[in-house]
């Protein structure tokens, strides 16, 4: 899981070289991966690299993101009715968007909310047709 406390643990962990992102899909090229057991949503770039690490908060169990491999089909800039921050879709209504509250666990009804300062670089930074895989 994440956390935003840097207490002696997290720096001694830092300093061994744990706790970094794993890239999974190295091969899908530049895309997004949203790892839902750390809650934390990857943007990686050629070569697999990793180029940020975003904070996001999923679905909860009542209404659970969907799992897989998808792409990217839509951006709604700005902020429409239900709260939702500069929107990426990709699959049906599921999308990267910004909201007010981002927990470390799941809350959403199912798609991945990620902090508002943090939506429009991400949807900057999102192409359409762009992979995004989502993974428990």
């Known amino acids: 899981a994440r956390t935003s406390t840097a207490d002696p643990e997290v720096f001694g ?18 895309h997004v991966e949203a790892d839902l057991s750390h809650q934390v949503l990857a943007l990686i770039g050629v070569g697999g690299r990793v180029e940020r690490i975003y904070p996001t908060s999923s679905g909860k169990p009542s209404t659970p993101t969907i799992l897989g491999s998808f792409r990217f089909y839509r951006k709604d800039y700005g902020i429409n009715a239900k709260g939702m921050v500069d929107a990426s879709y990709f699959i049906r ?7 007010a509250d981002v927990p470390p666990y799941g809350a959403s009804h199912g798609c991945l909310r990620v902090p508002v300062p943090d939506a429009r670089p991400i949807s900057n930074w999102i192409r359409p047709g762009m992979r995004i895989d989502v993974y428990p």
């Open 13 to 30: 962990r830092l300093a061994r070289g744990e706790g970094a992102f794993r890239v999974r899909y190295r091969a899908h090229g530049r």
């Open 93 to 99: 209504g599921y999308a990267v968007h910004g909201y």
